[in-house]
Nanobody, 130 residues
Framework: QVQLVESGGGLVQPGGSLRLSCVAS????????MYWVRQAPGKGLEWLSS????????YYADSVKGRFSVSRDNAKNTMYLQMNSLKSEDTAVYYC???????????????????????RGQGTQVTVSS
């Protein structure tokens, strides 16, 4: 069965960096668009980034553009999110996901909830605090 497992979250000071990983199994990872999304306390789900199957095209939300970088290693069935210049407002649970099922643009989706994705991981907590 499809499994997505995120890791790499933790506590980091403002201005710091973290790299999240998402290990995929149970499907042909190299043929799917993949996404990073996050949910901050008391807020809705926010799309952060998309990457095409080959990794040659990447897209970012304005809130993270220039600070976050998505990549993938199809040989390792793994997607990454390098997060730099972290801010307190980046505190959230971060999820990787595949197949956007919601309405609208699937390259820059506007999800209303995790159920808008066919599959997603359990999430990894990122806390940015001094």
């Amino acid at each position: 069965q499809v499994q997505l497992v995120e890791s790499g979250g933790g506590l980091v000071q403002p201005g710091g960096s973290l790299r999240l990983s998402c290990v995929a199994s149970g499907f042909t990872f190299s043929t799917y668009w993949m996404y990073w999304v996050r949910q901050a306390p008391g807020k809705g789900l926010e799309w952060l980034s998309s990457i095409n199957p080959s990794g040659s095209s990447t897209y970012y939300a304005d809130s993270v553009k220039g600070r976050f970088s998505v990549s993938r290693d199809n040989a390792k069935n793994t997607m990454y999110l390098q997060m730099n210049s972290l801010k307190s407002e980046d505190t959230a649970v971060y999820y990787c996901a595949k197949i956007f099922l919601g309405y609208g643009n699937s390259i820059r989706p506007a999800p209303t909830g995790l159920s808008d994705f066919e599959s997603r991981g359990q999430g990894t907590q990122v806390t940015v605090s001094s």
